[in-house]
């Protein structure tokens, strides 16, 4: 079945530091990519998506770039500010053309430092 | 527009009472979803519903647990016989109709259970 595999936090960085967290699935086809982020005691929020191969997602700083070939949709922020803190989730929905069954990874929990 | 909304956010329960808790899609959205999140883990997928219609409960464990979404009203996730293991965020999605798939899942702040 399908699955997400990111690395495990928590990932701690000073602020104006760069940020890589990494992010593999398996899965047939072309599925469509997220990266979610939670912030302390809300909901998960869409930060970005790519839905085909070398699309590359962005937002607030934030990028990924849909790898098909290494099945990677690694999340990148040249320079983390502390309100960046918050645990961010990799995630599909399969190439089914119907509904989407999200899978997701554990999460990775970021603490930026002043 | 307002955005997914959940309610209660925080639910405390006893073991063998009954957990209701309560989604209201985004407006114009006819998909809801239904995700649980144990400490430390990330989201798994329970189910899937349109109005009046569950399309996928391959997530949701086959007793204690039911879910609905009627024509009227909101989405309800519905925990019989709560036990300590229930304790858990479950978080609703919705996602407006689907044209050829793929629609984002736009998700509620989650209602936080602890069974005491």
């Known amino acids: 079945g399908d699955s997400v595999t990111q690395m495990e936090g928590p990932v701690t960085l000073s602020e104006e530091a760069f940020l890589t967290i990494n992010c593999t699935y398996t899965a047939t086809g072309y599925p469509s990519l997220f990266w979610y982020v939670q912030y302390p005691g809300e909901g998960l929020q869409l930060l970005l998506k790519?839905?085909?191969?070398?699309d590359k997602g962005s937002n607030k700083g934030f990028e990924a770039t849909y790898r098909k070939e290494t099945t990677s949709f690694h999340l990148e922020k040249g320079s983390v500010q502390v309100s960046d803190s918050a645990v961010y989730f990799c995630?599909?929905?399969?190439?089914?053309?119907?509904?989407?069954?999200?899978?997701f990874g554990i999460g990775t929990k970021l603490q930026v430092i002043p | 527009n307002a955005g997914v909304m959940q309610n209660p956010r925080h639910l405390v329960r006893r073991r063998g009472q009954e957990a209701r808790l309560r989604c209201s899609p985004m407006?114009?959205?006819?998909?809801v979803y239904w995700y649980r999140q144990l400490p430390e883990e990330g989201l798994k997928f329970m189910v899937y519903l349109q109005k009046e219609n569950i399309i996928d409960e391959s997530g949701m464990p086959k007793e204690r647990f039911s879910a609905e979404f009627p024509k009227e009203g909101p989405s309800i996730l519905r925990i019989q016989q709560v036990v300590r293991g229930d304790s858990a965020a479950y978080f609703c999605?919705?996602?407006?109709?689907?044209?050829?798939?793929?629609?984002?899942?736009?998700f509620g702040p989650g209602t936080r259970l602890l069974v005491l």
């Open positions: 995630a599909l929905s399969p190439d089914s053309g119907g509904y989407q069954k999200v899978t």
């Open positions: 407006k114009g959205h006819s998909h």
């Open positions: 999605a919705s996602s407006p109709e689907l044209a050829g798939g793929r629609e984002t899942q736009y």
């Open positions: 790519a839905t085909k191969a070398d």
